[in-house]
């Protein structure tokens, strides 16, 4: 039974950074895209950030490039968002997910078989 385990969310201050993880069981992450999503009360559910199957090539959306970075352990099976100068509109749910998007694609959630329960960022103002 494949099952993605989202860790690291919480409160934090604007500015401030947080740590996201995922732990992937029954399934090998490797090989596989994996990516960020995340949805506001009220919002659809928009990409974040996507990483190659062995790391290689990265994407984030506009509103969080430079300030969050996704990685990816395959040892592990692990992929992490570091959240750094967190903005009070970065609040939302935050998932992680699994799939093969087609390439230029990488953000929609189409794409996407596997997906975990999610874990909740809220930034203070």
């Not at 090989?31 to 984030?60: C, L």
Request: hydrophobic share 30%.
């Amino acid at each position: 039974q494949v099952r993605l385990v989202e860790s690291g969310g919480g409160l934090a201050p604007a500015g401030g950074s947080l740590r996201l993880s995922c732990a992937a069981s029954g399934y090998s992450a490797t090989g596989n895209d994996m990516a960020w999503f995340r949805q506001a009360p009220g919002k659809e559910r928009e990409g974040v950030a996507w990483i190659s199957p062995y790391g290689e090539h990265t994407v984030y959306d506009g509103s969080v490039k430079g300030r969050f970075t996704i990685s990816r352990d395959n040892a592990a099976n692990t992929v992490d968002l570091q959240m750094d100068n967190l903005k009070p509109e970065d609040t939302a749910m935050y998932y992680c997910a699994a799939g093969r998007p087609v390439h230029g694609w990488e953000l929609r959630s189409r794409y996407y078989t596997y997906w975990g329960q999610g874990t909740q960022v809220t930034v203070s103002s």
